[in-house]
């Protein structure tokens, strides 16, 4: 988990098992939108709970880890696109408060966003 601490990222590569996969494919939506903001989804929290958790929490996550947002890439051969690496560093907020670092602020989708200090 030094990696997490130290660059803000971690790849746990076949964290979450099939099965847990398997039910997001059936159950969620799909728009056709390239990055879709899934909210409004009352299973999805639950989801978050069993499925996913668990098993990222036994992968090192600290236990006060918790998701703050959820985006579905629809990516099929039909409809793929190209993204060059690059790390989400915006969270989603409830209002705006000044704190030391954190900015600058934006609206995606009506929902408002910062960014965090760097690590």
């Given amino acids: 988990m ?5 660059d803000g990222a971690n790849l746990l590569p076949q964290t979450i098992a099939e099965s847990a996969i398997a039910i997001l494919s059936e159950r969620l939506p ?8 899934l909210t409004g989804l009352p299973w999805l929290a639950d989801w978050v709970s069993t499925d996913l958790l668990p098993p990222l929490r036994a992968a090192g996550i600290a236990p006060d880890y918790k998701p703050v947002r959820a985006i579905l890439f629809d990516k099929t051969a039909n409809g793929n696109w190209a993204l060059g690496w690059h790390q ?5 907020v409830k209002r705006k ?9 934006s609206r995606k989708r009506g929902i408002l966003h910062v960014e965090r200090p760097s690590p």
């Fill in 30 to 37: 799909s728009s056709g939108a390239a990055g879709e903001r």
């Fill in 88 to 92: 989400d560093r915006t969270v989603a």
């Fill in 97 to 105: 408060v000044t704190a030391d670092g954190y900015g600058p602020w």
């Fill in 2 to 6: 030094a990696a997490l601490t130290v």
